[in-house]
T-cell receptor, first 116, second 110 residues
Framework: GAVVSQHPSWVICKSGTSVKIECRSL??????MFWYRQFPKQSLMLMAT?????????EQGVEKDKFLINHASLTLSTLTVTSAHPEDSSFYIC????????????FGPGTRLTVL | DAKTTQPPSMDCAEGRAANLPCNHS???????VYWYRQIHSQGPQYIIH???NNETNEMASLIITEDRKSSTLILPHATLRDTAVYYC???????????FGKGTRLHILP
C-alpha cells in the first residue's frame, strides 16, 4: 500500500507555455500533499503544502501565481507551472500523507521538466 | 534550515553493515528522528523513524543515543541497490513538512 504516482514522468516544453503535473495517491486518501523541487546535485526543496479543499500554503520565495496548486480531491493534487522558463527546468516531486501509517509521507517517482 | 548534520559521503563494502551517523543536537522532546533515502532520479523512500527507543524493520535499524542528540542508521547487509543519498530528518509527526538537508551519499563498493 501507500503508493503515489505522478504524471507525466518527464515533459519537455517550450518557454512561455504552461505545464501541469499530476500527483495521485493510488490506494489511500490524502488530505495533505506536498510539492518539492530538486535541481541537479541538490537536495529537495519544499515548495508548498496542499490541503484538500483549501488553498495551498507556499514556502517563502515560491511564487504562488507561477506555481498553481490544486487539491480538488482526496487522491489528486496538481501543480501547474505557468509561463515556464528554462530556469524552471527541474525534478518535481510530490508526497502524500497516509493516515493509516501515522500520517507518514510517501513520495511519488518525480517528474522531470525541461523547458527549452 | 535542516536541523541535522550528516557526513556528505560514505563508502561501504557490499555485504557489510553500513552505519550512517546523524547529529541532531537541538532536537526537541516531541520530535522524531526519520530516515529517508533517494536513489538517483527517483522520489525519496521512507526507511524508518523513532522517538527514543531503538527501532528495527525489514529495511534497517535505527539506534538513538540516550540523550537523543545523535542517531545511527544501520543497513545490516548492504547491497549495490542500497547506493543512494540518505537523509536524516527531525520533525514532530508524519504529516509535518519535511525540510531536507544535504544528506549522506552512500556508495556501496562491489
Amino acid at each position: 500500500g501507500a503508493v503515489v504516482s505522478q504524471h507525466p514522468s518527464w515533459v519537455i516544453c517550450k518557454s512561455g507555455t504552461s505545464v501541469k503535473i499530476e500527483c495521485r495517491s493510488l490506494d489511500f486518501q490524502a488530505t495533505t500533499m506536498f510539492w518539492y523541487r530538486q535541481f541537479p546535485k541538490q537536495s529537495l526543496m519544499l515548495m508548498a503544502t496542499s490541503n484538500e479543499g483549501s488553498k495551498a500554503t507556499y514556502e517563502q520565495g515560491v511564487e504562488k501565481d507561477k506555481f498553481l496548486i490544486n487539491h480538488a480531491s482526496l487522491t489528486l493534487s496538481t501543480l501547474t507551472v505557468t509561463s515556464a522558463h528554462p530556469e524552471d527546468s527541474s525534478f518535481y516531486i510530490c508526497s502524500a500523507s497516509d493516515f493509516r501509517n501515522y500520517n507518514e509521507q510517501f513520495f511519488g517517482p518525480g517528474t522531470r521538466l525541461t523547458v527549452l | 534550515d535542516a536541523k541535522t548534520t550528516q557526513p556528505p559521503s560514505m563508502d561501504c563494502a557490499e555485504g557489510r553493515a553500513a552505519n550512517l551517523p546523524c547529529n541532531h543536537s537541538t532536537i526537541s522532546g516531541n520530535e522524531y528522528v526519520y530516515w529517508y533515502r533517494q536513489i538517483h532520479s527517483q522520489g525519496p523512500q521512507y526507511i524508518i523513524h523513532g522517538l527514543k527507543n531503538n527501532e528495527t524493520n525489514e529495511m534497517a535499524s535505527l539506534i538513538i543515543t540516550e540523550d537523543r542528540k545523535s542517531s545511527t542508521l544501520i543497513l545490516p547487509h548492504a547491497t549495490l541497490r542500497d547506493t543512494a543519498v540518505y537523509y536524516c530528518i527531525v520533525r514532530v509527526s508524519g504529516d509535518d513538512k519535511i525540510i531536507f538537508g544535504k544528506g549522506t551519499r552512500l556508495h556501496i563498493l562491489p
